[in-house]
């Protein structure tokens, strides 16, 4: 009796084998549909586990293809480019490769696609990633590009979805690609990114990444879902070269004002006095989640919840900060700048203020492209963001970084730091990065320096 | 919906526990829902930060500081905030109206020779070029920002309702960390079954049905939960709640992920009918209403019954048909089941249940995806399965109703 796979809701379900036989790579017998069943990312495995055992196999899981044609532009590769290739090829077209921001991600992805030429699935954090990873593509392959995400649904050989989009959708797509393309591929171990890998068939994956380490350590988990980092180069390996901008960091510290600085020191004595009172040391891998637990408990708890955020309010926004960043602005008046803060609310008084254009989570994706034109195009010479434009986003003509505010990421400060070098002719790349004196800014600060490409 | 966090559900040993929702329970969340209601209504016309600011102040106000007060106060927030409607913003206008001021601020700061930056001068100038003050120009500037946007209706449901159906709302709360649910339901009507039955295919979640001693006994989870054991079908076994809380009895047993540990505790509820629970009426499937338009359209002497019988089968098994044709010369019916989904299984299962003696005619409609072949009823004098593709096909039914009906 011949073996038959098939796809079903993110798993390949196995039949034709009896339930006493001997376990395939990944599966499960499931005594409901009465057949083995194995996660969809086992497939490769279970097509070689079945060929060993010179089993026939009705294979109706695999539902990609190859494609009909390969790239029709090709771009002479960076050395390091051309290494990072054969490196993944190596693996078996398997692997993470880490490039810095601005290094030419994409264009390795290109040419893993390219090199197999499977129907091809890149999956992309925001939809500012997928619209570039979109007019890439469709310039590169010269084919009908498919997005998935922000509300559009258009399924295509060569096809991008945010992460999000992935997740809902890959029980039903989940055998449509042979190759999957995990862009800033560090999101893809929490659980539910995760799921959207496992729930694949798709033989060949590539991760891209320029800072593979998660805090919770579970960047081990890229050998399971997109296989292990194959090849790697830093900022300082490539900086100052033909390929990124040499650049500079400035860190500038601004003092309190007398009145903010009662009102901090005040709001900060309410905070560490509820956490000496309770015991939460915050220097614990579970002091945060103590404190926010405890917190949520008492009035006392609210309080101590409200002056935490007041002084670190008063540290993000100082006034002494926003005048500098002024400074700033006039100072780079024939420069492309990007002002980066960590909460919407600091970004919104700097647009007002300054009058520039503001991109957060809610600026539509139109708005979005037509900012990024205009300070491409010099219309603009600053744009203020919170988050959404740490990561990937392509803005070439920007040398001027200014973080008025951050969390303590290394990861966060070193994509901020990528977004200015992206090589032109005579670029110099500067990023500022505004630290109000004498609060937990500074020791913020010194940890999300801790990188080879701010020593 | 309520989220997991706005539910002061217990744990007691290895089991989860909601509050017990008693009258007096009742009688507060009324009363929240009313106080809430009635601050949204006399906002109507403010912006939603303004809205969100006198929900909040109320909020403060009402605690009275007994235990979950704070959070039953967020729940019954978020449930009033749900039924909120706000206007669309004028999009357009704010983004042209950036366009303009920051490009000319932007062509200002570059000006020769260089100057400190003048805000004001900028926001003049472009109020002069549109014909109006700056004032006005600050203000329409961020106009489409959620926060602005100005509230248009309340329309909450009635306070005691809301209440009586807040326990299925805590308990859909849980259930969206569920990773398993085993529920037992009766009911007298099959119409309320078979809603229940198109509810979990439309979610695309694998019930396995089996008789119990009183209604019948619902395992449900998906095909991932054999190697996640997570949340995946979560939301889907939240949504499928109202459903179940519809039959006439009903209880459920569901294996959650509670905490920040994310413990697997056990979750039991059990009710009648529910008041302000009712189940949305499940629409059939699409190829099914389909199926429907063009049966009717090519005309026959066959009426279709939409609400048939439960066909239960003691000791087998049964099964819930979708539709029962009905023939007008002699009356003789036979009953019809879509099985279009993606368990195989389950066409095996009505198999079994034919052979094993199931008195009435029937004709399973399968997927030609699921991989069955007709000749697995052939020789059944009162069964017939019809494998189709894309489309049923009415003139093929029809053929078949004739052939099982004689």
């Known amino acids: 009796?011949?073996?038959?796979?098939?796809?079903?809701?993110?798993?390949?379900?196995?039949?034709?084998?009896?339930?006493?036989?001997?376990?395939?790579?990944?599966?499960?017998?499931?005594?409901?549909?009465?057949?083995?069943?194995?996660?969809?990312?086992?497939?490769?495995?279970?097509?070689?586990?079945?060929?060993?055992?010179?089993?026939?196999?009705?294979?109706?899981?695999?539902?990609?293809?190859?494609?009909?044609?390969?790239?029709?532009?090709?771009?002479?590769?960076?050395?390091?480019?051309?290494?990072?290739?054969?490196?993944?090829?190596?693996?078996?077209?398997?692997?993470?490769?880490?490039?810095?921001?601005?290094?030419?991600?994409?264009?390795?992805?290109?040419?893993?696609?390219?090199?197999?030429?499977?129907?091809?699935?890149?999956?992309?954090?925001?939809?500012?990633?997928?619209r570039q990873w979109y007019d890439v593509l469709r310039a590169t392959f010269g084919v009908p590009v498919g997005i998935i995400g922000g509300g559009d649904y258009g399924v295509e050989a060569l096809t991008v979805s945010t992460y999000d989009s992935a997740y809902l959708h890959m029980e039903h797509l989940g055998n449509r690609f042979g190759l999957l393309v995990f862009d800033e591929c560090h999101h893809l171990p929490g659980p539910a990114y995760a799921l959207a890998a496992r729930a694949a068939v798709a033989p060949f994956r590539l991760g891209l990444t320029a800072t593979p380490e998660r805090a919770d350590g579970r960047h081990a988990d890229f050998d399971e879902l997109c296989g292990p980092i194959v090849y790697r180069k830093d900022i300082v390996d490539l900086s100052g070269g033909d390929y990124l901008a040499p650049y500079e960091t400035v860190r500038l510290s601004v003092e309190l004002g007398e009145a903010d600085r009662l009102a901090h020191d005040e709001a900060r004595g309410v905070y560490r006095d509820f956490l000496a009172r309770n015991g939460i040391r915050m220097s614990s891998p579970?002091?945060?989640?103590?404190?926010?637990?405890?917190?949520?408990?008492?009035?006392?708890?609210?309080?101590?919840?409200?002056?935490?955020?007041?002084?670190?309010e008063i540290a993000f926004a100082a006034p002494a900060k926003l005048d500098?960043?002024?400074?700033?602005?006039?100072?780079?008046?024939?420069?492309?700048?990007?002002?980066?803060?960590?909460?919407?609310?600091?970004?919104?008084?700097?647009?007002?203020?300054?009058?520039?254009?503001?991109?957060?989570?809610?600026?539509?994706?139109r708005e979005r492209s037509e900012i990024l034109a205009g300070l491409a195009d010099g219309g603009y010479g600053a744009i203020v963001t919170s988050k959404v434009l740490n990561e990937g986003v392509d803005i070439p003509a920007a040398n001027v970084a200014v973080v008025v505010s951050g969390s303590a990421s290394v990861r966060e400060h070193v994509q901020r730091l990528g977004r200015i070098l992206r090589a032109q002719a005579g670029k110099h790349a500067l990023l500022y990065e505004l630290v109000t004196a004498k609060t937990t800014e500074t020791f913020t600060s010194a940890r999300r320096r801790d990188h080879s490409a701010y020593r | 919906m309520l989220t997991a966090d706005l539910v002061a559900a217990r744990r007691r040993g290895t089991e989860l526990r909601l509050p017990p929702t008693d009258a007096g329970r009742r009688a507060r969340i009324a009363t929240l829902a009313a106080e809430l209601g009635a601050v949204a209504r006399a906002h109507l016309g403010q912006t939603r930060d303004a809205v969100e600011e006198a929900l909040r102040e109320a909020g403060l106000a009402a605690e009275t500081g007994?235990?979950?007060?704070?959070?039953?106060?967020?729940?019954?927030?978020?449930?009033?905030?749900?039924?909120?409607?706000?206007?669309?913003?004028?999009?357009?206008?704010?983004?042209?109206?950036?366009?303009?001021?920051?490009?000319?601020?932007?062509?200002?700061?570059?000006?020769?020779?260089?100057?400190?930056?003048?805000?004001?001068?900028?926001?003049?100038?472009?109020?002069?070029?549109?014909?109006?003050?700056?004032?006005?120009?600050?203000?329409?500037?961020?106009?489409?920002?959620?926060?602005?946007?100005?509230?248009?209706?309340?329309?909450?449901?009635?306070?005691?309702?809301?209440?009586?159906?807040?326990?299925?709302?805590?308990?859909?709360?849980?259930?969206?960390?569920?990773?398993?649910?085993?529920?037992?339901?009766r009911a007298a009507d099959a119409a309320i079954y078979r809603r229940l039955f198109r509810t979990l295919k439309f979610l695309r979640l694998l019930p396995v049905i089996t008789a119990a001693r009183s209604g019948i006994r619902i395992e449900i989870d998906g095909p991932l939960s054999l190697f996640q054991g997570g949340g995946r079908y979560g939301l889907q076994l939240a949504l499928a709640l109202p459903a179940i809380a519809a039959c006439d009895a009903w209880s459920i047993e569901a294996d959650v992920r509670w905490g920040a540990e994310r413990r697997t505790l056990r979750f039991r509820l059990a009710g009648e009918a529910a008041a302000g629970a009712a189940a949305t009426d499940a629409a059939p499937p699409d190829e099914l209403a389909a199926f429907i338009a063009a049966f009717e359209r090519q005309g026959s002497e066959w009426r279709i019954d939409r609400e048939p019988a439960v066909l239960d089968l003691p000791g087998a098994g049964l099964c819930v048909p979708d539709l029962a044709f009905v023939r007008a010369r002699d009356g003789a019916c036979v009953y019809f089941e879509l099985l279009g989904f993606w368990s195989r299984e389950a066409v095996f299962r009505r198999i079994d249940l034919v052979r094993a003696g199931l008195p009435q005619r029937i004709l399973f409609a399968v997927s030609k995806s699921l991989r069955v072949g007709e000749a697995l009823l052939d020789g059944a004098p009162t069964a017939a399965l019809y494998v189709f593709g894309r489309v049923i096909a009415a003139k093929e039914i029809l053929a078949r109703l004739e052939a099982l009906a004689g």
């Open chain 1, 324 to 365: 500098y960043v002024g400074l700033l602005l006039d100072r780079h008046r024939d420069d492309r700048v990007l002002l980066f803060t960590q909460d919407n609310a600091t970004a919104t008084e700097l647009s007002r203020r300054f009058l520039i254009p503001i991109i957060t989570h809610e600026t539509r994706v």
């Open chain 2, 66 to 185: 007994a235990a979950g007060e704070r959070r039953l106060h967020e729940a019954v927030g978020k449930l009033v905030r749900d039924e909120l409607r706000f206007e669309e913003p004028a999009r357009e206008d704010a983004i042209a109206l950036r366009r303009e001021t920051f490009r000319w601020a932007a062509a200002a700061r570059r000006a020769a020779p260089p100057a400190p930056f003048d805000r004001a001068a900028v926001l003049d100038s472009v109020a002069r070029a549109r014909g109006t003050t700056a004032a006005a120009l600050e203000a329409g500037l961020y106009a489409d920002r959620p926060g602005a946007q100005r509230l248009l209706a309340v329309e909450t449901t009635a306070p005691m309702l809301l209440a009586a159906g807040f326990e299925i709302r805590e308990a859909q709360a849980v259930l969206l960390r569920a990773t398993r649910i085993e529920a037992t339901v």
């Open chain 1, 1 to 130: 009796m011949d073996v038959t796979l098939t796809f079903r809701g993110g798993t390949v379900e196995v039949t034709g084998l009896p339930a006493s036989g001997a376990a395939l790579p990944g599966c499960l017998w499931d005594a409901r549909t009465a057949c083995w069943r194995a996660p969809a990312s086992a497939y490769a495995d279970l097509r070689r586990a079945l060929a060993r055992q010179a089993q026939t196999v009705d294979d109706r899981a695999r539902g990609y293809a190859e494609l009909p044609g390969g790239a029709l532009v090709r771009r002479t590769p960076r050395p390091y480019q051309e290494e990072a290739l054969c490196a993944w090829q190596a693996a078996k077209g398997r692997g993470v490769v880490v490039l810095p921001t601005g290094a030419g991600k994409t264009q390795v992805a290109c040419m893993a696609i390219d090199d197999r030429r499977r129907s091809t699935l890149v999956l992309a954090p925001t939809l500012d990633l997928v």
């Open chain 1, 286 to 312: 579970s002091g945060w989640s103590d404190f926010i637990i405890r917190s949520a408990r008492s009035e006392d708890g609210r309080r101590a919840m409200a002056a935490y955020r007041r002084q670190r």
